[in-house]
């Protein structure tokens, strides 16, 4: 089954911090999708990368899609509180080239940023 | 377009007692998915359907789940007895067949005593 490991699983960060989540996936699917959720409140879509070296940015949130590497970051850049909440990342389980297919969700990182 | 609608938002039950979680697609969406959260397993998938037959349910627990979809504008997750471990959040999404984001419900909140 495609394996999908988000790290770190939680992060406390300080106002004015960079830092990166990381998202490895164990299968050749190119379509990787970041998801946020605030406290008691439902998954909403961040972005949908759709191709090798495809790169999305909203706000202090960068993320990229390497699929040689099977990897997916999110960067955030000068972090400030509204950011905390946690961050997942999905792979679509179906081959590359076939119609979409299911979701594999990471655990998600817990994203706490401090005065 | 009013998102995914999910009901009830809470149900706090006995053990043994049936429970019944209800998902309206976004219309026009052919795909609908079931997913339950816990801090111990993270976001599983239950079931999944399209054009309202189910195609993957592998994520189903065990035989006192079941899910149905009547139609393309209403589905169904039964719990059938609940039992404590059930506790958890439970999630509806769905989307277009040609589209790749995921829309999610509110997510009803279950509570098995």
């Known amino acids: 089954e495609l394996k999908v490991e988000q790290n770190p699983l939680f992060l406390s960060m300080q106002e004015g911090k960079n830092y990166t989540i990381y998202c490895n996936y164990s299968t050749t699917s190119d379509r990787l999708y970041w998801y946020r959720q605030d406290p008691g409140k439902s998954l909403e879509s961040l972005f949908v990368l759709l191709s090798n070296g495809a790169v999305k940015q909203e706000g202090r949130l960068m993320a990229s899609l390497d699929t040689k590497a099977r990897l997916s970051t999110l960067h955030i850049t000068a972090a400030v509180h509204d950011l905390s909440a946690t961050y997942f990342c999905?792979?679509?389980?179906?081959?590359?080239?076939?119609?979409?297919?299911?979701?594999?969700f990471g655990r998600g990182t817990q994203l706490t940023v401090w005065p | 377009d009013a998102g995914v609608i999910q009901s009830p938002r809470h149900e706090v039950t006995e053990m043994g007692q049936e429970v019944t979680l209800r998902c309206k697609p976004i219309?026009?969406?052919?795909?609908l998915f079931w997913y339950r959260q816990t801090m111990m397993r993270g976001l599983e998938l239950l079931i999944y359907f399209n054009n309202n037959v189910p195609i993957d349910d592998s994520g189903m627990p065990e035989d006192r789940f079941s899910a149905k979809m009547p139609n393309a504008s209403f589905s169904t997750l039964k719990i059938q007895p609940s039992e404590p471990r059930d506790s958890a959040v439970y999630f509806c999404?769905?989307?277009?067949?040609?589209?790749?984001?995921?829309?999610f419900g509110a997510g009803t909140r279950l509570s098995v005593l």
């Open positions: 999905a792979v679509d389980g179906a081959d590359r080239g076939s119609t979409l297919g299911r979701l594999y």
């Open positions: 999404a769905s989307r277009t067949g040609g589209g790749n984001i995921q829309y």
């Open positions: 219309s026009g969406h052919d795909y």
